[in-house]
């Protein structure tokens, strides 16, 4: 009986494999671990040796050619043997160190196996596909009396009345049945057969179908603003290699000049908050690291000439929206305080005119604000970073040897590993810790 | 209910509406004194007098045109097109005078006027008294296409469209006039514009039609029937606007879809139908949407033998049906 030599799967993940060489010609005769063929994948090049010694009776595969992992690429056998045609190439499952004793499995496992032989069921119709899909009904076990033996929507409907509890078939674990067991199959495919048979959403893959309402969901219309934010963040998950540093820093300093200036701040009608503080150490680490104040472009790196910060502000459920205080290096403590105030309540009145969230250089995100001690947020393109501030809260520190009582908060910076490494995005984070820390008013 | 003839019922309707409301009139070519020469307006002249049913010159063009002028000026003109392959010369008359002229002065100025024509073939009529021509106005938003298949439908949509403050086209199957007959609901009624109607119940295969083709596929769903197949038939009547709910929900019960129509097949009227179906009802289908209609020839032939081959019957539809109920 003919060996069966198929293209195995090189790594996981890899679902396919290009023959680049074939070492034997067809009539030529072969050693069992002798090199067959030279395979190359997106992840490696590697030489298969052959499952089996013979003569080499037919090569399937031509040099080039790239084939899903499980398709037979040659027969193997005495010379002048028939070929088996029309094996469908799923179902083939061969051990390339034991071919002898996988072929022995295969064919005397296949009469015992509780499942039925796998049958062409031919066109699946819409219709019939939904309603399979929503009964979970292995068509297979359906009888068509359509044409040519197609499944017909009376057909899945009066099996689906029949079979109201849907198939104990769909219980059997995938490494019980001969035709979807091969361990050689790429698992994306043992994954996919696994839905098909038992009509589960699991695998993700698919978020269009996993997300079709069932009976009592309810389907809310996305608002353009929900819509915007959603294509933004995809986009730039897309476009930047998003890496999070994440320090900590002693606000003692910093909390003491607001709680003495606060007032005072006040009778200008300004409400000082800490914002404007994270804004003003954010600024002069911009201007000491200007390449964190930049965006990439394919000629090369840009960096600006004004450092406009973004501050995301939160609309609750409305969504998110970014006012930005332009010039921000050219403001005071008091003017920045009263920027951050102006386009707070702006943005939440829904007030801003377009021209003030757009042209941002760097964001600020406050996270604190509901609790988050410290998060990996998503940068805001096309700029190099994003810095988010979690809560302040009051935690036990050691300073020279003793534990001391301290307002602590962790920053994030979120950066754009293709414009910065991990050093230097430390530096500049470590330059904010530093004006925090030491705030000298 | 009395029983009456389509052209009966067209008739009756339209003697109704000239009674009822002074502002309509009847604008044609032999509509006066001969009565039309389908008859459908036979005796209105004598009944209404010559500046209420009046005898046009031929040209379509100024019929439209003629009609349009009055309506503008508050009168309800029924204009009659004495076969609908004439109607070409008033084309430009329809396409960019009646069903602009609401949208083009914002609502101010509209056409409540109706186009008469009958149509379709079988009839011995050859090459230019045979066509269908809906397929060239129903692309066409500003102007609504109606084509009655029975007699109440008829009477009861002709009506709705002379009381229609735009301008309605209003399609006849003339080889119906006088085959077509049904009962028809004494006194005032009308039926509404934009709505299609179930005319037959069923599970196995919906099938869409209007006019003359609704008719014989009433007959091929008797005939099929008996076979066991339980067809569904939906008679469009309006073609502009349609009526896509009833369309979509009769699909997504039967799951398979046949739309029968006269005209030749490419770009015909059916395949706005079998879009729709594809488009909104995709999951909802089990086998592919199916057009039935006349071969892509220049014109119904004039040799009887070469119409018979052209025109679709029952017989030929029941075929249809019957391939479709068995995918």
Known sequence: MPTKVIMPQLGESVVEGTVTKW?????ESIAEFEPLLEVNTDKVDTEIPSPAGGTVLKLLVSEGKTVTAGTILAWLGKPGEEVPTGESTPETHIHATTPTATQEMSSTRAPTTAQPATRDLGFISPVVAKIAHEHNVDLQLVSGSGQGGRITKKDVLAFV????????????P?????ADG?????TEMMFQKTTDRTGAQSTGEAPAISAMPSTGDKLIPHTSIRRSIAEHMIKSKNISAHVTTVMEVDLSKVVTHRNANKDSFSRDGVNLTYTAYFISAIVSALKAYPQVNSSWSDEGLVLHSAINIGMATSLADAGLIVPVIKAADGL???GLARAVNDLAQRARDRKLSPDEVKGGTFTLTNHGISGSLFATPIINQPQCGILGVGLVQKRAVVINDAIAIRPMVYISLTFDHRILDGASADWFLAKVVDALQNWAG | MPEMTLIDAIRAGMDEELALDPNVFIVGEDVGMRGGVFRATMGLFDKYGPQRVMDSPLAEASIVGVGIGAALYGLRPICEIQFADFIHPAFNQIINEAAKMCYRSNGDWTVPMVIRAPYGGGIGGG????????????????????????????????KSAVRDPNPVLFFEPKKGYRLIKGEVPEGEYTVPIGKAAMSREGSDVSVFAYGMMHYYTLQAAEKLANEGINVEVVDLRTLYPVDRESILASVRKTGKALVVYEDNLTGGYGAEIAAIIAEQAFTDLDAPVRRLAGPDIPAVPFSHPLQDWFMLNPEKIATAIRDLANY
Not at chain 1, 182 to 186: K, Q, S, Y
Not at chain 2, 143 to 150: A, D, I, Q
């Open chain 1, 174 to 178: 995938i490494w019980e049945t001969p």
């Open chain 1, 182 to 186: 091969d361990l050689f199959r790429p």
């Open chain 1, 23 to 27: 070492l034997k010609k067809e009539g």
């Open chain 1, 332 to 334: 005071s403590l008091l």
């Open chain 2, 127 to 158: 090459l230019y008294h045979s066509q269908s021509l809906e397929a060239f106005f129903t692309h066409t938003p500003g102007l609504k296409v109606v084509v009655p298949s029975n007699p109440r439908d008829a009477k009861g949509l002709l």
């Open chain 1, 161 to 172: 009345e029949s079979n109201p509890a849907g198939t104990s078939e769909a219980d059997i």
